[in-house]
Every structure is written in structure tokens, then in C-alpha cells.
């Protein structure tokens, strides 16, 4: 087994992952930088409508629009790190040090929308593709970056921890503390351990154990689940945030209808064309995520029509075409023109609002493990999310982790033994089973812990998922290593822990929702 030396592991090569290996690097410390597929391929890339900017003239009114969507349950001192840094995050990182595009009006000022949630104009965006223009300007530089070793389709399977990974028998008396994570090539099949002073959890969200998702391939909470595997502190799981917005036609794949067309002044409307919303919250259609979420599933629920709609008749057909290309594109290859019609719409998993609990340095409780990003929870987004905090959420998190490593890398010793040997069987495992594995994880999540939960439903998920559990551990412990099979193992994990959080706590809130029977 190949053993690599490194001053630090990121585990993630989305916003969060790619920002942290940045600035450490440009203070002079090594990476090694994973990721499950190409440089573009995280949840990140596919980010739409924007990233929170302008906090002026009201600081004050991001804040309370950050507590008021997380019904009032964020981290008080989560938010006010936001709000007083991310500005700077912003301005330090995207708009002097990259240059990135986003769009400006004719004398060259930025131009600001509104999303669900937001009582002001505060978000900066590039058309609705702004994360893609955001991640190739940050790929581009961590590309010609030299301390920063790029390792696209290295998927990490377990962290190295003295007390589970050490050949030295003795550091089982150790403090937890984390000293790497074993790798899989995906290209060559080879394992190997990646040995680091300070690991970084960047694995983004957990989406993909839902059966509708917004999330790319792969996102079903990797640092969750690995993290949970070594005694790790994870909090608020069950707040999954939910978009009420995603595509939905037969036969064409389920993608985000950026919530800036509401912004902009699309309207919710049911299979009548009749809107829904204005009776059911003061903001209408741009009201918190998980309130329409639930709108539409009990408008569908009454009417029996598989989708509602996105009524775009209040912009012009040139606005359209100007301010949401992408979408346009997207809705047209699948014969819907957005100019002329509505676009048929459902909610669909989104957002993991809860994960590895850390501080406001990115320090979970296992010392040198680090989670930043979607992974990580600060306890900013409470049970709900506001939207256009995560990619800010991303660049803070990533620049104050950094900061607090590079002391800690410049002046501590660490100790970091010889892992032990990774030995992986070489029997190849069915991809017929693993693919009908994750299926019946997907089905049984959407399906009894979804955007409604019931204390019936979550039993009956629990008793699905820990049968299946039991059943993929066999299986994975007598083949041999693959991505999907990593991605199985813990994405069942991630889903029992998303049902356990769920299960312990009775009362809604936020995207929580649990009642009594539906
Ligand atoms: C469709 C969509 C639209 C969105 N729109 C917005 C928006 O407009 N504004 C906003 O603020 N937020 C938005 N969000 C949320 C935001 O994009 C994400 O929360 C944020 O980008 C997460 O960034 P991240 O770096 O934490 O994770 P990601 O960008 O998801 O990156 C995760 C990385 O981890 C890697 N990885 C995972 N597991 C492993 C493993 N085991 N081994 C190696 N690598 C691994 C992946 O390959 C990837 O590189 C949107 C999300 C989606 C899905």
C-alpha cells in the first residue's frame, strides 16, 4: 500500500475544499486535494441564483432574516461571523483575487437579486450558473497552484485515527486524533493511506439519499459518515432542507429551478393556475423553502396531480432569455419553453442543514479533523436554511479554518504513525445489487422520511435501513473496493443517522416536519 506524506488533506474539492487548499497553500503547506470526480463535479458548481454580498445599509436585517428562515433556531454567534465576514470573504477571495464574473449593470456596478427568505437585494449572481463561474475561476487557480497536488477521482473510504489506524498498539490511549484518511484510486483500483497533520472534511451534502435530489452524483454525506465511524459529533441531521423548485416532467431528469425566478417575480400556481402561496404566508411564492415545500406536497396530496407550477408570466420573454439562460435551456430540452409557459415543478432533497458539528474554526472534537462547507454545521442554518448561505457559508469557513491551521501547523508537533495495512478483497461485487441497494435507500427515505415525517413512518424507515445495513456491511467487507460501493456503505450509513436525529426529535421546525399521522 502506497503511503503518502502531507501537511494537509482535503477531503472535497468543491467552494469549501478548493478555498481552504488555497489559502493554505499560499501560506506554504502542502496538500493533497480529493476529489470523487473531475474538478467541476460538486454540488457547488451547480449553484444558481447566487452568494450573499451586500450586508449594507442593514446588517441587522441579514441577520434577522437568517434566524426568522431558521425559525429561530441558528447558532447566534454562527450568524454573526457571516454576516460580519463574509463580505470580506467575498471581496478578498472572488472579486480581488479572481476576478470572477458576476454580472454588473452598464456602469460596471454589481447587480444584486432577492431570494426566498431575504427582505433586502443583497445577492450578487452571474446569470443563474453562478457557482459554475465561481468553482472554474477557483479550480483554475488551485490548477496552477504547485504546493497544492490535485487528485481527481481519489475517493476516501475511512480517516486514520491514532486509536483505530495506528500500528502502534499503545496510541489506543490516545486522545482521539485524526491523522489522515485511507484513499481509493478509482483509476487503478489501488488503495493507499494518505498520512496529514490536519485533515479537512469538504464532502458537501447528503442529497443523493433521497430519491428527488438537486444534488450531483455522489452526495450522500461521504464526511458524515466517515466522520461518524471514528466518534465524531454530529448534530441537527434531521433539518434537510427541501426546494420546493425542481424540474419535474416524465422520463427527463430532476434539476433546480433557481428560486431567483421567483425573486424576480414567478408565481406558484396549481394545476388550475390557481397561486397557492399569497393565502399561506405574507411573501407568497417567496416564502421560506420549507413552508412551500410543504404547501406543494399538500397541494398535490389534495389534487392528485403529480406536479404544480412556476408561472413566469409577469417577466418579459427577452428578461427571461437575458437573466436565465441556463434554466431556459435546460426547460427547452425537455419542451418546455419558460418564455411561453409555466415550468411544472416538485420538491426534492436539497440542503443538509445539520452534519459534523464544529466551532467557528471549522475543529470538530477529534483533534486535527476539520469539517468545513455543507458537511460541517456551525449551527448557522438552524433547522432551516436561508438561501445564498451556503457558498458564503463555504468561503468563511475555509478562510477561518485555514487561518487557525496554519498557527497550528506552524508551531505544534504532530504525531503520525505508520498506518496499518489496507487489505481489500479482490472478489468484484454485483453492480446490479449495489445500484437496487441505493435504490431501495433513496425510496425508503423519500418515501417515510421525507419533507413530511411521521413517528409511524420513521420506525418503519429505521427497520428497513438497519436490515439493509447489516446486508451491505457482508457484502462490502467480502468484495472488492469500487466507488459505488464506498458510496453505498455510507450512504446508508448517512441515512440512519438522518432517521435516528429524526426519530429523537418530536417537534417540528424549520424543515423538520413530523406529524402525529399523515
Ligand atoms: C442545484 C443547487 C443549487 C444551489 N444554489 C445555491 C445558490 O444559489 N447559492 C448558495 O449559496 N448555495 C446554493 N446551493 C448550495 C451550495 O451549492 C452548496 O451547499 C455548496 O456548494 C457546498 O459546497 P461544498 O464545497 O461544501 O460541497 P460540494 O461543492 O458539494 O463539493 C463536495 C466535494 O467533495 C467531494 N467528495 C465527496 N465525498 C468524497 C470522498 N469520499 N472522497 C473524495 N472526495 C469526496 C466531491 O467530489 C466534491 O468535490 C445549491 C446547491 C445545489 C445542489
Redesign the pocket.
Known amino acids: 500500500m502506497e503511503i503518502i506524506h502531507t501537511d494537509c488533506l482535503v477531503?472535497?474539492?468543491?467552494?469549501?475544499?478548493s478555498a481552504y487548499a488555497l489559502q493554505i497553500a499560499d501560506r506554504g503547506f502542502s496538500v493533497e486535494l480529493?476529489?470523487?470526480?473531475g474538478p467541476l463535479?460538486?454540488?457547488?458548481?451547480?449553484?444558481?441564483?447566487?452568494?450573499i454580498y451586500d450586508t449594507a445599509p442593514d446588517p441587522a436585517a441579514l441577520t434577522r432574516d437568517i434566524v426568522e428562515a431558521s425559525d429561530g433556531t441558528a447558532n447566534p454567534a454562527a450568524v454573526a461571523q457571516l454576516v460580519r465576514e463574509g463580505p470580506a470573504a467575498v471581496k478578498e477571495l472572488l472579486l480581488d483575487g479572481l476576478q470572477v464574473g458576476f454580472d454588473r449593470d452598464a456602469a460596471g456596478r454589481l447587480e444584486f437579486t432577492r431570494e426566498g427568505g431575504h427582505s433586502e437585494k443583497r445577492i450578487i449572481f452571474a446569470k443563474d450558473a453562478?457557482?459554475h463561474v465561481i468553482l472554474e475561476a477557483v479550480a483554475g487557480r488551485v490548477d496552477a497552484a504547485t504546493r497544492i497536488k490535485r487528485r481527481a477521482g481519489?475517493?476516501?473510504i475511512d480517516l486514520l485515527t491514532l486509536s483505530h489506524s495506528s500500528t502502534d498498539l499503545a496510541d489506543r490511549y490516545e486522545p482521539l486524533t485524526c491523522f489522515g484518511a485511507y484513499?481509493l484510486d478509482t483509476a487503478t483500483g489501488k488503495t493507499a493511506a494518505i498520512v496529514a497533520k490536519k485533515t479537512v472534511l469538504?464532502?458537501?451534502?447528503l442529497?443523493q439519499i433521497f430519491l428527488h435530489s438537486?444534488?450531483?452524483p455522489?452526495?450522500v454525506g461521504?464526511?458524515v459518515a466517515?466522520a461518524y465511524r471514528v466518534g465524531a459529533r454530529l448534530i441537527d441531521l434531521e433539518y434537510v432542507q427541501f426546494h420546493p423548485t425542481v424540474f419535474a416532467r416524465k422520463n427527463a431528469p430532476s434539476?433546480?429551478v433557481?428560486e431567483a425566478l421567483r425573486g424576480e417575480g414567478g408565481v406558484l400556481v396549481n394545476a388550475r393556475g390557481e397561486p397557492f402561496m399569497e393565502a399561506l404566508h405574507p411573501r407568497g411564492s417567496l416564502a421560506p423553502r420549507d413552508v412551500v415545500a410543504r404547501a406543494i406536497k399538500r397541494e398535490l396530496a389534495a389534487s392528485g396531480e403529480p406536479c404544480v407550477f412556476l408561472d413566469l408570466s409577469a417577466m418579459k420573454p427577452e428578461f427571461i432569455r437575458e437573466r436565465f439562460p441556463n434554466v431556459r435551456e435546460r426547460c427547452l430540452a425537455y419542451g418546455v419553453d419558460i418564455t411561453r409557459e409555466a415550468i411544472p415543478v416538485v420538491p426534492a432533497a436539497?440542503?443538509a442543514c445539520g452534519g459534523v458539528h464544529t466551532d467557528l474554526r471549522g475543529r470538530t472534537n477529534i483533534r486535527h479533523l476539520n469539517a468545513?462547507?455543507?458537511?460541517a454545521c456551525t449551527g448557522l442554518h438552524g433547522a432551516n436554511r436561508l438561501?445564498?448561505?451556503?457558498?458564503?457559508e463555504?468561503l468563511t469557513g475555509a478562510k477561518f479554518t485555514a487561518q487557525a491551521d496554519a498557527a497550528e501547523l506552524a508551531g505544534e508537533k504532530f504525531r503520525l504513525p505508520e498506518p496499518r495495512l489496507w487489505e481489500s478483497p479482490s472478489r468484484e461485487a454485483d453492480p446490479v445489487l449495489v445500484r437496487q441497494d441505493m435504490r431501495q435507500v433513496q425510496m425508503t427515505m423519500w418515501n417515510y422520511a421525507g419533507v413530511i415525517r411521521s413517528p409511524k413512518r420513521l420506525t418503519r424507515a429505521r427497520r428497513i435501513l438497519l436490515e439493509l445495513r447489516e446486508e451491505i456491511q457482508s457484502f462490502y467487507r467480502g468484495c472488492r473496493l469500487t466507488r459505488e460501493l464506498?458510496e453505498l456503505r455510507?450512504g446508508i450509513q448517512t441515512a440512519l443517522l438522518v432517521v435516528h436525529a429524526a426519530a429523537l426529535n418530536p417537534t417540528s421546525r424549520g424543515s423538520h416536519y413530523v406529524v402525529e399521522e399523515e
Do not use: R
Open positions: 477531503i472535497g474539492a468543491g467552494l469549501a475544499g480529493l476529489s470523487l470526480a463535479a460538486a454540488n457547488s458548481d451547480w449553484a444558481q441564483g447566487g452568494i453562478t457557482g481519489w475517493v476516501a484513499v469538504a464532502t458537501g451534502g442529497g438537486t444534488n450531483q455522489g452526495s461521504h464526511g466517515m434539476f433546480l433557481t436539497h440542503f468545513i462547507g455543507e458537511t438561501a445564498s448561505t451556503s457558498l458564503l463555504c464506498i455510507n
